[in-house]
């Protein structure tokens, strides 16, 4: 037992940095001010500044650290004390442990900013390095490690039993879909149950596998707790989730502004472009008339028009999306964007040759044509192509830029001329 606790008491002191709750020791510790504190199970207790003599600060880390190696089990169960002492004409606390001196600490170690007095951060010490003794003192006795480990164990047995739980509960979870969907007892059409049963029960094992993470990262967290050797790592392990879920709190009702004012973009732009779609109903019934816009032309009008106001929705929401301003999405529009310029050049030249076409009413639906080599029933003119039903039957699609640029026949107009 003598070289266990003998192993732990020479990783007493760490040199790695952690957050403090004090005044002393330093946020974010440079090395010289790493060196001058005091450390103990990762936990920092108190930075060292006065000089005694030729004894440096470090040295006295160092000090410290012999000290503190040579303290047995017995010494451990003894409570820590402060004692007023005055050193090299300096009044000074030295904190105790069984009668054996530990920390000294002066007035010359305070910071000027702090407003503490020597009594004040004495007991601060204390307070700290008390919290470390008691933990040392309970988890390296034998029952409290054999206790920790049956811990451990019914945790594992119960975080076995919840992995097994949730696969049992979302085997259940498809075969309940499965049979509502043979049965035929949802209020979806039985085609549309089918498709979404899949995606409920996929949702559900979803949910199972983040809950199972969870689990596990609580579990890791609570048992690393158990053990003094792993302590600090259960302590990062809550820090960091805390802190996550904090951030993700911060950001969210941070984005909520922002993304009511999307909501309201969105719901004018909807509503704008229903009047649009009512005025442009009646000038295709042709119950009302409106310059430049002809019946024939009203379908591909809607298109243009509803493109144009949800781009300018767009431009006018984009910076109120949550993460605009990042990296990540400038990224991810220049992708796009890049895309859209290499791929679209020919696709905007067959709709433009398509506008072209709609807009100068050369043809219409039903006329009948000859195109090339092509001779039949327009059957309909998009954005992309027009397609033809020829004499035999077959449907013919050729590209509006080929239309555009080729000779045209009506032969509708031609007889209807005749």
Request: positive net charge; glycine residues 6%; charged residues 15%.
């Amino acid at each position: 037992m003598n070289k266990v606790l003998l192993i732990f008491l020479m990783c007493f002191i760490s040199a790695l940095a952690f957050p403090s709750f004090a005044a002393e020791p330093r946020q974010q510790p440079s090395e010289q001010e790493r060196a001058r504190t005091v450390y103990i199970f990762h936990q920092p207790i108190v930075m060292l500044q006065a000089k005694f003599g030729l004894t440096t600060p470090e040295e006295r880390v160092l000090r410290i650290r012999n000290t503190l190696r040579n303290f047995t089990q017995a010494d451990l169960r003894e409570p820590l004390k402060i004692v007023p002492i005055t050193r090299y004409n300096q009044p000074g606390r030295l904190i105790v442990m069984n009668g054996k001196p530990l920390l000294l600490l002066a007035q010359a170690d305070l910071d000027e900013g702090d407003d503490l007095t020597l009594d004040q951060a004495a007991q601060r010490v204390l307070v700290r390095m008390e919290t470390q003794r008691t933990a040392l003192r309970d988890q390296f006795d034998g029952g409290w490690l054999a206790l920790s480990a049956v811990k451990t164990a019914a945790g594992l047995l119960g975080l076995i039993l919840f992995f097994y739980g949730a696969y049992r509960s979302w085997r259940w979870v498809r075969r309940y879909y499965r049979r509502r969907i043979i049965a035929n007892r949802s209020w979806l059409p039985q085609r549309w149950r089918r498709f979404t049963g899949a995606i409920e029960a996929r949702l559900y094992a979803l949910l199972m596998i983040l809950l199972g993470m969870v689990a596990l990262y609580v579990w890791l967290s609570w048992v690393f707790s158990l053990f003094p050797w792993t302590r600090v790592w259960g302590t990062s392990l809550g820090d960091w989730s805390i802190r996550v879920l904090r951030e993700i709190a911060l950001s969210i009702a941070s984005a909520l502004p922002g993304l009511m004012i999307v909501l309201i973009i969105v719901l004018i732009t909807a509503f704008i472009l229903k009047l649009l779609k009512v005025v442009l109903n009646q000038v295709e019934a042709g119950r009302l008339q409106l310059p430049g816009i002809h019946p024939e032309t009203v379908g591909a009008t809607r298109k243009l028009i509803s493109v144009v106001v949800w781009l300018f929705a767009l431009s006018a929401a984009y910076p109120f999306l949550p993460g605009a301003n990042s990296l990540a999405f400038k990224g991810i529009s220049v992708f796009f964007g890049l895309m859209l310029t290499l791929g679209s050049a020919g696709v905007m030249n067959h709709a433009m040759s398509g506008l072209v076409l709609i807009y100068s009413r050369a043809l219409r639906k039903g006329d009948v044509i000859r195109v090339a080599d092509n001779e039949g029933l327009v059957s309909e003119i998009g954005m992309l192509a027009t397609k033809i039903i020829t004499r035999e039957n077959y449907v013919v699609t050729v590209p509006n830029a080929v239309v555009v640029s080729g000779k045209i026949t009506n032969l509708s107009a031609q007889n209807s001329g005749g």
